[in-house]
C-alpha cells in the first residue's frame, strides 16, 4: 500500500509525525473514542502512546495506512486501512473521531475522500469494516457510504474475558459508480 495525502472541504488527512505523541495519548486513553475498541485497552502511559505512534508512522510496512484526521492543523482523529491482502484486493477499515467532533458530518467526509483513494490509488476491490453491535452511529455511517452488511460474529473479540459480538460489513468498489 502506498501512501497519499489527502484532504476534503474541511479536513486533511496526513502523515503521522513525531509530535503527534501528546494527541495520541489524549485521544486513545479517552473514554468516548475507546468505547467500542475491543482489541485494546485505553492508553494509560506515554510509552504505550509512542508504540502506536511508531506502528502508524511505519508507512513502509506496506500492509496498513493510517492517516491523522486534522482539523484547522490540529489532529481530531485518526483512518486507515489494515489486514491489507494484495491477491484479493481486500483490506479493513477502521476510523475514530474526537468526542468533541461527533456528529457534525467530519467522518462521512473522510470515509469519502478515503474510499475512492482506495478504489482510485490503491486499486482495491472490497473493504471490510468490524463494528460492535452497539456501535449504531457507526453502522449507519457504513450504510450511508454504501455498504452491506455480510455477517455477525458473536465472539468476534474477547475482550477483558468476555467475548463482544461485531457487526461485519463490505463495500465493492469494482463496478461502484460512487467512487470513481
Avoid at 509525525?17 to 473514554?31: Q, T, V, W
Avoid at 461527533?102 to 462521512?108: A, Q, R, V
Avoid at 460474529?153 to 465493492?172: C, E, M, N, V
Amino acid at each position: 500500500m502506498h501512501y497519499k495525502q489527502l484532504c476534503s472541504s474541511r479536513l486533511l488527512l496526513r502523515k503521522f509525525r513525531a509530535n503527534d505523541l501528546d494527541f495520541l495519548f489524549k485521544h486513545f486513553s479517552d473514554a468516548n473514542v475507546t468505547k467500542f475498541l475491543y482489541d485494546q485497552e485505553p492508553l494509560s502511559s506515554k510509552k504505550e502512546a509512542q508504540e502506536l505512534l511508531s506502528w502508524v508512522m511505519d508507512i513502509d510496512s506496506g500492509d496498513h495506512i493510517r492517516w491523522c484526521i486534522t482539523l484547522k492543523d490540529q489532529p481530531i482523529g485518526t483512518c486507515g486501512f489494515h489486514l491489507y491482502d494484495a491477491t484479493a484486493q481486500s483490506a479493513e477499515i477502521g476510523y475514530d473521531l474526537a468526542y468533541e467532533h461527533w456528529n457534525k458530518g467530519y467522518m462521512s467526509e473522510v470515509l469519502d475522500v478515503v474510499l475512492n483513494y482506495a478504489k482510485r490509488d490503491l486499486h482495491l476491490r472490497t473493504i471490510k469494516a468490524c463494528v460492535a453491535i452497539d456501535n449504531i452511529p457507526s453502522q449507519k455511517l457504513l450504510l450511508k457510504q454504501g455498504f452491506v452488511l455480510v455477517e455477525t460474529d458473536p465472539k468476534k473479540h474477547l475482550f477483558r474475558g468476555k467475548y463482544y459480538a461485531h457487526h461485519i460489513y463490505s463495500l465493492a468498489l469494482s463496478g461502484n459508480c460512487k467512487f470513481e
